[in-house]
Each structure stands twice: as C-alpha cells, then as structure tokens.
C-alpha cells in the first residue's frame, strides 16, 4: 500500500469513528468547559521527571517463579500493549535476572579484559567514559520469551505478559572491538567469554566474528546512565542476539580459544530437538512479529474503524514485510511499515480494518531481509522437543467474537 493510502485510510480510521461531533449551536469557547486546571498556577518544576498520575496503572508484568525466597529472580515484562512507537521507556524496559539487581558503584566498579591477549588491562568507569562512542537503536531479547505461549492451552493474559520479555532501546557505548585492540587480542583468541558482577556472576561465550562486528560495551540507554536493571554501570550488548548473553554488570572479558561452556551456556539456553539431542549455541534471534492492539484481554469498545498496529523485529537485520490477517490466516495483506525501518530494532506496523461486529481472527507475520518468514505455531513445534520453551517466533493470533472481545487462540 502507497503511503499516501495508508495515510487517507488511517485518517479516515480516527475521524469516521473516534471523534465526537461538536454541537453546532455553541461556540468553541462554550464547548471547552472551563477545567479546575486552567484557573490556578501550575506545578513546579521536578528535578527528574515523572509520567503523569494518570498513567501510572501502566508497568512491568512481573514474573517470580521462586516466589519470596527469590523476589529477585525471574522477569518482569514490558506492557508492549500499552506502548506505541519503537522505543521502549527505560523505566518499563523489561528485566531478566537470575540473581537480583546488584547495586554497583561505579566508582569502584572493574572491567578486566584478559585472556589470550598481549596486555591484559583493566578499566574503570571514568577511563571507559573517555572512548569515543557510538549509539545505536536495537532489540534486547530474552531467548524465554514467549514461553508462556508453549503450553497446552493458549494463555489469556495482556500481550506483553507473554511476549513483552524484549525491548528496544538507544544503546551508547564503545565498540568491543576498540578494547580488544588495545589489549593485543592474540590470533589463536576465538572466542570471549564475558562475566558479569552480579552474584550469579553470569557469564557466557562469545564468537569472536560478533564481538568484532558490532558488539558494544554499552553505558548509556536512551541517552541516560544504564538503569540498574539494565546492567549499570555497564553491560555488554551482542545486537540481535539472546538476551541472555547481553551480560550485565560486565566485569570480565576474557579471550579464549574455544567457548567456556559455563553453567548459563549448558544448564540452560540450549534448544531440546525432537530427536532428544540438544542444539548448544542458538545465537541469533528469529523473526518475529506481534500485533499489539489490538490484543488479548482488550474489548473493542464499537463496531466501526480501527487500526491494527504491532511489533515486528529480526535478529538477522531489517525487517522487509509484515502481513497482516484478519481470518485466521486464509488471506493476508501487507501493512505499513512506519518509523525509520532499522536493523535489529523495533519496527511498528500498522493497517485499517474495518470491524463490522462478525468473528475475526488477527494474526501478522514478518519477513525479515534474509527472507526468513516467521512460522505457524505448527511449524515451530515441529522443530523442537516438547520441553523446549527458548526461541518461540511463531505467529500469534488473537480472536475477536462478536461482543467484541478479543482472546488469545491457537490457529
Ligand atoms: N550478569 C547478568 N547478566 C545478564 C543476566 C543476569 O541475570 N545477570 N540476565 C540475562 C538475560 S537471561 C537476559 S534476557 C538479559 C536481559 O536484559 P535486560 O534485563 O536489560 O532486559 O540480560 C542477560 N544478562
Ligand atoms: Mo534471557
């Protein structure tokens, strides 16, 4: 669809159906009621700023499996149903922890770069402050999420609840590749191992070809310090890849020749194959999509016209197409892609549908730039042992019955 069509169409989505009509016998002034706020001074200013009260019932879907003996182990994922645009705000970025956030200070915090290197080194806060840096917008995955999705019968909860175990944010930092220059990576060094500070000490094997690509030590998330959560005072960001190999708090790279085989890299993170055996590594993450609104758990309030509009991402790179189905997957059409259409990062799509009160079943599915299409739950399950939860990209397809609700499905 033409851009300009897409536009018509969407603007006849918001003013056919959204907006009410305005009496023709008053004036405007008479229409706009003179509201408690526009008759007294407004607050002061705050010294770092909140969202309004407003819109505070918006937060993470917080997930402990271990309950109090462990508050800070498991996940809390990001309302993607209640957020639009590509950026995900720090405060309700989603967080991954097997061991709690450590409180680190900076001022005392390491990172040592050692191994199969010249010179190992180790580097403080301020002296990493003082690379040139670069940003970059880009996906952060865990490779569990999704799993919610890999149970007998389709869970009925808000969608990011199940699939918002991701967010997309502006990563600023220095590449990987500078440091290990400077330390004099040795050539028989092929892969990293990066650990973090945490308790867990988290810690997981590198290829080099990444680390050398566009693996960053990133310090800053959309344009502050880390979040705490995030890996403060810095984490390394593998774009593209499983989240669980963005290790947060770094404190240690160190050049090896073969991987480390860790704990996080054998006890977990492997992919159960229908044959028994194990995948080891599962770096890149697939193709993917979901439609956001709307989505599980929400009531279309009328019949009429709306905009279906939703997540689309790639670990291989652009996202090049996102269809959109309205029965179940019998018939498909692209939506617009909008927003600057990055590598590795969050792009929005969206399209007009017109609701005209029948059953309709919403699914999307995304093609990424290496061609990859994102499979049919029937699909992925073949590809796996039934215990396998890691890597869910199938598609997801929300219902719509006739009194407007709209529940997840199994297609
Ligand atoms: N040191 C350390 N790094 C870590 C983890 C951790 O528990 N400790 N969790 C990992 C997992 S499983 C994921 S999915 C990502 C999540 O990053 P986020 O919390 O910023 O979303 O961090 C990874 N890095
Ligand atoms: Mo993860």
């Not at 190992?120 to 996906?139: C, E, G, N, Q, T």
Request: proline share 7%.
């Amino acid at each position: 669809m033409s851009r300009r069509r897409f536009l018509k169409q969407a603007s006849a989505v918001a003013g056919g159906a959204a907006a009410a009509a305005l009496a023709s016998t008053k004036s405007a002034a008479q229409e706009l009621a003179a509201e408690p706020w526009e008759k007294i001074y407004g607050a002061a200013f705050t010294a770092y700023g909140e969202r309004s009260r407003f819109e505070q019932p918006v937060i993470r879907h917080i997930f402990t499996p271990y309950g109090g003996i462990a508050p800070g182990s498991g996940a809390a994922l990001s309302p993607i149903e209640a957020l639009e645009g590509t950026l995900t705000p720090s405060g309700l970025h989603n967080i991954r922890n097997h061991s709690g956030t450590p409180e680190i200070d900076p001022a005392r915090h390491q990172l040592v770069v050692h191994g199969l290197v010249e010179r190992p080194l180790k580097f403080s806060i301020d002296a990493l402050s003082a690379y040139p840096m670069v940003s970059r917008i880009h996906f952060l995955e865990c490779s569990g999420n999704s799993s919610r999705a890999v149970t007998p019968k389709p869970a009925q909860v808000p969608a990011g609840a199940m699939h918002g175990n991701i967010a997309c944010s502006e990563w600023t930092g220095i590449p990987v590749r500078v440091l290990l220059e400077e330390a004099g990576v040795k050539p028989e060094a092929k892969w990293i191992l990066a650990e973090g500070a945490d308790s867990a000490h988290m810690s997981r094997s590198v290829p080099m070809e990444k680390i050398l690509d566009d693996a960053m030590i990133a310090l800053y998330q959309n344009g502050e310090r880390l979040r705490p959560e995030q890996g403060y005072p810095v984490r390394l960001l593998l774009p593209g890849w499983e989240g669980n190999m963005n290790v947060k708090w770094l404190r240690r790279l160190k050049a090896t020749a073969t991987p480390t085989y860790t704990k996080d890299e054998t006890s977990k993170y492997t992919d159960l194959l229908p044959d028994g055996r194990a995948m080891q590594f599962t770096f890149e993450m697939g193709v993917k999509s979901v439609i956001t609104k709307p989505s599980s758990t929400m009531t279309l309030p009328r019949q009429g016209l709306y905009e279906i509009s939703g997540l689309a991402w790639s670990g291989a790179g652009r996202i090049r197409r996102v269809e959109v189905s309205t029965d179940g997957g019998a018939t498909w059409r692209d939506a617009a892609l909008t927003g600057d259409e990055r590598p590795k990062a969050f792009v929005r799509f969206r399209l007009p549908w017109e609701w005209k009160g029948g059953e309709a079943v919403l699914a999307s599915r995304a093609t990424d730039e290496r061609g990859r299409v994102q499979p049919t739950r029937a699909e992925w399950t073949s590809q796996y042992a039934p215990a396998n939860t890691y890597h869910y990209n199938a598609i997801v397809t929300w219902a719509v019955g006739t009194d407007g609700k709209v529940t997840h499905v199994f297609a």
